[in-house]
C-alpha cells in the first residue's frame, strides 16, 4: 500500500458526527481535529484516499489497525470498536482489589 494522505477539512467535515461521538469517550483528547491521544500516546486518526475514508487506531502494541469509515455501519463498527478498547484498558476495581490481595500473600 503506497502512501496515504491524512484526512484534510473537507473529509474530517463528513466525519463530524463520528468525531462528536468519539470526543465523547472522557480518555481520548482530540489535540488537533481528527487526531486523537490517549494517556498522552497517539491513538486515533483518520485518512482519506481513492478507496474512501479510514481510521488508524492503535489497539495493541505499537501498531495502528486501518478501518474503513465511508459509511454509517463502518463508523458503527468503529465506535464499537473503540469503547471495546478503551473499556479493556481501564482499570476494573475487582481486578485491582486481586492484584493488592495476591501482593498481600491472600
Not at 23 to 28: Q, Y
Amino acid at each position: 500500500m503506497g502512501p496515504v494522505k491524512h484526512a484534510g477539512p473537507e473529509a474530517l467535515d463528513q466525519l463530524e458526527s463520528l468525531l462528536v461521538k468519539l470526543r465523547g469517550h472522557a480518555t481520548l483528547v482530540e489535540k488537533k481535529r481528527g487526531s486523537f491521544y490517549r494517556k498522552r500516546a497517539s491513538f486515533l486518526h483518520f485518512h482519506e484516499d481513492p478507496a474512501g475514508l479510514f481510521a488508524d487506531v492503535k489497539l495493541r502494541g505499537v501498531d495502528f489497525e486501518r478501518f474503513r469509515v465511508s459509511t454509517a455501519a463502518e463508523r458503527a463498527a468503529l465506535l464499537r470498536t473503540v469503547a471495546a478498547a478503551l473499556a479493556a484498558a481501564s482499570p476494573e476495581a475487582p481486578r485491582s482489589a486481586r492484584s493488592r490481595d495476591t501482593r498481600r500473600g491472600a
